[in-house]
T-cell receptor, first 113, second 114 residues
Framework: DQQVKQNSPSLSVQEGRISILNCDYT??????FLWYKKYPAEGPTFLIS?????DKNEDGRFTVFLNKSAKHLSLHIVPSQPGDSAVYFC????????????FGPGTRLSVLP | KAGVTQTPRYLIKTRGQQVTLSCSPI?????VSWYQQTPGQGLQFLFE???????NKGNFPGRFSGRQFSNSRSEMNVSTLELGDSALYLC?????????????FGPGTRLLVL
């Protein structure tokens, strides 16, 4: 049973518009979340993180929102650029997991020019 | 600073064989984690090594093992390969001084088991 879910396998967005990638989790012990971006033939690259003491974290064009009661987080990319086209992974961690991050299956984002 | 390197990048093996994958972390990083990525499953945690000791382990059978050397380089071994072991194996390194730190991934080794 997947503890971290990304229910949209793919998403297409027009350049300049907002991209919203969603992630749901089931383990209420998760209190730290990350987003990674992955291009083909490369390893995942860290984008942004959020701890459960916050409900929002922003870094440039990337903002992550956390709704603890709904066990839901989302990544907003504004404005979207063609170079953002990649697979985005959501990952979660709990205090007793050490460096074991539980990853979702990923969402493939295509930003159309 | 050089990134995480993994060798080989591609590998083809047959069922029943064994394989060893190598990972060199970023200079100064002492924690190395291994993940398996298969289509639709995301990345699944295999194990983490820190200072030559396995510090954390995921839910994989004993056919999957690893080790870390004094220079922080790590190897992962899979014995008695099965078709389902075909995957992208990713290594990630971190400083290792605390939990929740950002991990830096290598490009992965793509293993195909025939």
């Amino acid at each position: 049973d997947q503890q971290v879910k990304q229910n949209s396998p793919s998403l297409s967005v027009q350049e300049g518009r907002i991209s919203i990638l969603n992630c749901d989790y089931t383990n209420s012990m998760f209190d730290y979340f990350l987003w990674y971006k992955k291009y083909p033939a490369e390893g995942p690259t860290f984008l942004i993180s959020i701890s459960s003491i916050k409900d929002k974290n922003e870094d440039g064009r990337f903002t992550v929102f956390l709704n603890k009661s709904a066990k839901h987080l989302s990544l907003h990319i504004v404005p979207s650029q063609p170079g953002d086209s990649a697979v985005y992974f959501c990952a979660a961690n709990s205090p007793n997991y050490g460096q074991n991050f539980v990853f979702g299956p990923g969402t493939r984002l295509s930003v159309l020019p | 600073k050089a990134g995480v390197t993994q060798t080989p990048r591609y590998l083809i093996k047959t069922r029943g064989q064994q394989v060893t994958l190598s990972c060199s972390p970023i200079s100064g990083h002492r924690s190395v984690s291994w993940y398996q990525q298969t289509p639709g499953q995301g990345l699944q945690f295999l194990f983490e090594y820190f200072s030559e000791t396995q510090r954390n382990k995921g839910n994989f059978p004993g056919r999957f093992s690893g080790r870390q050397f004094s220079n922080s380089r790590s190897e992962m071994n899979v014995s008695t390969l099965e078709l389902g072991d075909s995957a992208l194996y990713l290594c990630a390194s971190g400083v290792g001084q605390g939990v929740r730190e950002t991990q830096y991934f290598g490009p992965g080794t793509r293993l195909l088991v025939l």
